[in-house]
Nanobody, 127 residues
Protein backbone atom coordinates (compact mmCIF):
# COMPACT_ATOMS: atom_id res chain seq x y z
CA UNK A 1 0.00 0.00 0.00
CA UNK A 2 1.20 3.50 -0.86
CA UNK A 3 -0.07 6.77 0.61
CA UNK A 4 0.44 10.09 -1.17
CA UNK A 5 0.13 13.59 0.30
CA UNK A 6 0.58 16.68 -1.87
CA UNK A 7 1.62 20.14 -0.68
CA UNK A 8 2.88 23.42 -2.07
CA UNK A 9 -0.15 24.69 -3.92
CA UNK A 10 -1.35 28.26 -3.68
CA UNK A 11 -2.21 31.42 -5.56
CA UNK A 12 0.29 33.09 -7.86
CA UNK A 13 0.27 35.75 -10.54
CA UNK A 14 0.81 34.89 -14.20
CA UNK A 15 4.49 34.40 -14.88
CA UNK A 16 5.15 33.24 -11.34
CA UNK A 17 6.49 29.97 -10.01
CA UNK A 18 5.45 27.27 -7.57
CA UNK A 19 6.96 23.99 -6.46
CA UNK A 20 4.64 21.13 -5.57
CA UNK A 21 5.76 18.28 -3.35
CA UNK A 22 4.32 14.82 -2.82
CA UNK A 23 5.27 12.86 0.29
CA UNK A 24 5.04 9.12 -0.22
CA UNK A 25 4.71 6.57 2.55
CA UNK A 26 4.43 2.83 2.36
CA UNK A 27 6.58 0.22 0.78
CA UNK A 28 8.70 0.22 -2.32
CA UNK A 29 8.40 3.86 -3.38
CA UNK A 30 11.43 3.48 -5.63
CA UNK A 31 9.69 0.67 -7.53
CA UNK A 32 6.79 2.91 -8.58
CA UNK A 33 6.46 5.12 -11.61
CA UNK A 34 5.22 8.53 -10.51
CA UNK A 35 3.21 11.24 -12.21
CA UNK A 36 1.46 14.55 -11.72
CA UNK A 37 -2.06 15.05 -13.03
CA UNK A 38 -4.33 18.07 -12.86
CA UNK A 39 -8.04 18.69 -13.11
CA UNK A 40 -9.74 22.02 -13.70
CA UNK A 41 -13.43 22.56 -12.92
CA UNK A 42 -15.61 21.02 -15.60
CA UNK A 43 -12.68 19.32 -17.32
CA UNK A 44 -11.27 15.82 -17.36
CA UNK A 45 -8.22 14.90 -15.35
CA UNK A 46 -5.13 15.26 -17.53
CA UNK A 47 -1.57 14.09 -17.19
CA UNK A 48 1.08 16.75 -16.72
CA UNK A 49 4.35 14.86 -16.24
CA UNK A 50 5.64 11.41 -15.37
CA UNK A 51 8.96 10.03 -14.18
CA UNK A 52 10.55 6.60 -14.20
CA UNK A 53 11.43 4.65 -11.07
CA UNK A 54 15.04 5.84 -11.03
CA UNK A 55 14.25 9.34 -12.21
CA UNK A 56 16.29 9.09 -15.38
CA UNK A 57 13.36 9.33 -17.79
CA UNK A 58 10.61 11.92 -17.84
CA UNK A 59 7.66 12.72 -20.08
CA UNK A 60 5.70 15.98 -20.23
CA UNK A 61 2.41 17.06 -21.68
CA UNK A 62 2.90 19.47 -24.59
CA UNK A 63 1.14 22.23 -22.66
CA UNK A 64 3.84 22.31 -19.95
CA UNK A 65 7.01 21.40 -21.83
CA UNK A 66 9.80 23.83 -21.10
CA UNK A 67 7.96 25.31 -18.12
CA UNK A 68 7.49 22.40 -15.67
CA UNK A 69 10.09 19.98 -14.29
CA UNK A 70 9.28 16.71 -12.53
CA UNK A 71 11.83 15.14 -10.20
CA UNK A 72 12.00 12.60 -7.40
CA UNK A 73 14.17 11.88 -4.37
CA UNK A 74 14.08 8.16 -3.67
CA UNK A 75 16.10 8.59 -0.47
CA UNK A 76 13.40 10.84 1.01
CA UNK A 77 10.34 9.31 -0.68
CA UNK A 78 9.44 12.62 -2.32
CA UNK A 79 8.13 13.67 -5.72
CA UNK A 80 8.36 17.26 -6.95
CA UNK A 81 6.92 19.45 -9.68
CA UNK A 82 8.70 22.73 -10.33
CA UNK A 83 6.32 25.02 -12.22
CA UNK A 84 7.65 28.16 -13.88
CA UNK A 85 6.07 30.81 -16.09
CA UNK A 86 2.65 29.88 -14.83
CA UNK A 87 -0.41 30.80 -16.90
CA UNK A 88 -4.07 31.21 -15.95
CA UNK A 89 -4.84 28.00 -17.84
CA UNK A 90 -2.59 26.12 -15.38
CA UNK A 91 -5.20 26.72 -12.68
CA UNK A 92 -6.37 23.33 -11.42
CA UNK A 93 -6.25 20.81 -8.62
CA UNK A 94 -2.95 18.98 -8.92
CA UNK A 95 -2.60 15.32 -7.95
CA UNK A 96 0.37 13.01 -7.61
CA UNK A 97 -0.12 9.40 -8.61
CA UNK A 98 1.83 6.16 -8.49
CA UNK A 99 1.81 2.85 -10.33
CA UNK A 100 4.01 -0.17 -10.69
CA UNK A 101 5.76 -0.63 -14.04
CA UNK A 102 3.64 -2.40 -16.63
CA UNK A 103 3.27 -2.64 -20.39
CA UNK A 104 1.92 0.88 -20.37
CA UNK A 105 4.50 3.40 -21.51
CA UNK A 106 5.80 6.15 -19.25
CA UNK A 107 3.96 8.72 -21.34
CA UNK A 108 0.55 7.07 -21.18
CA UNK A 109 -1.35 9.59 -19.10
CA UNK A 110 -4.43 7.45 -18.56
CA UNK A 111 -5.67 7.95 -14.98
CA UNK A 112 -7.09 4.44 -14.81
CA UNK A 113 -3.65 2.82 -14.99
CA UNK A 114 -2.46 4.60 -11.84
CA UNK A 115 -3.14 2.64 -8.66
CA UNK A 116 -2.53 5.25 -5.96
CA UNK A 117 -3.58 8.89 -5.70
CA UNK A 118 -3.19 11.79 -3.34
CA UNK A 119 -5.97 14.15 -2.29
CA UNK A 120 -4.69 17.02 -4.41
CA UNK A 121 -3.38 20.56 -3.90
CA UNK A 122 -4.97 23.61 -5.50
CA UNK A 123 -2.99 25.88 -7.83
CA UNK A 124 -4.57 29.18 -8.87
CA UNK A 125 -2.94 31.50 -11.39
CA UNK A 126 -4.61 34.87 -11.54
CA UNK A 127 -3.80 38.56 -11.64
Amino acid sequence: QVQLVESGGGSVQPGGSLTLSCAVSGQSYSKHLMAWFRQAPGKEREGVASISTGGGNTVYADSVKGRFTISRDNTKNRLFLQMNTLRPEDTAMYYCAARLPSRALLGEFRPEIYEYWGQGTQVTVSS
